[in-house]
Nanobody
Framework: QVQLVESGGGSVQPGGSLRLSCAAS????????MGWFRQALGKEREGVAA????????VYAESVKGRFTVSRDNAEKTLSLQMNSLKPEDTATYYC???????????????????WGQGTQVTVSS
């Protein structure tokens, strides 16, 4: 098992930036593909970005391509999401999640991600 704790959320104006972090503990972190997901009020949870065990492969939702960057540090057991050019529609609770090997760098189905953090709120508003 792996335990996940997100941090870095907050309030920002449109066009601003935030960097989310996810700290992992427990099982061998490099045995998991990792993903970022978000859920806005009244909407279903959606995938934002995913990254392979070694960090070489990534995938992004169309809505965040070119604005968000996912990365990981296996030595530090951390996952990051750099979010630039934020829009009001990016407002949501953001979750990191772990998909154990054999894993795929995919955003769906969310059920393949066995472990989830508690989430961190991101609000983009003027």
């Amino acid at each position: 098992q792996v335990q996940l704790v997100e941090s870095g959320g907050g309030s920002v104006q449109p066009g601003g930036s935030l960097r989310l972090s996810c700290a992992a503990s427990g099982d061998t972190y490099s045995n998991y593909c990792m993903g970022w997901f978000r859920q806005a009020l009244g909407k279903e949870r959606e995938g934002v970005a995913a990254i392979s065990t070694g960090g070489r492969a990534t995938v992004y939702a169309e809505s965040v391509k070119g604005r968000f960057t996912v990365s990981r540090d296996n030595a530090e057991k951390t996952l990051s999401l750099q979010m630039n050019s934020l829009k009001p529609e990016d407002t949501a609770t953001y979750y990191c999640a772990a998909d154990p090997i054999p894993c795929g760098v995919v955003l769906t189905p969310t059920s393949r991600y066995h472990y989830w953090g508690q989430g961190t709120q991101v609000t983009v508003s003027s």
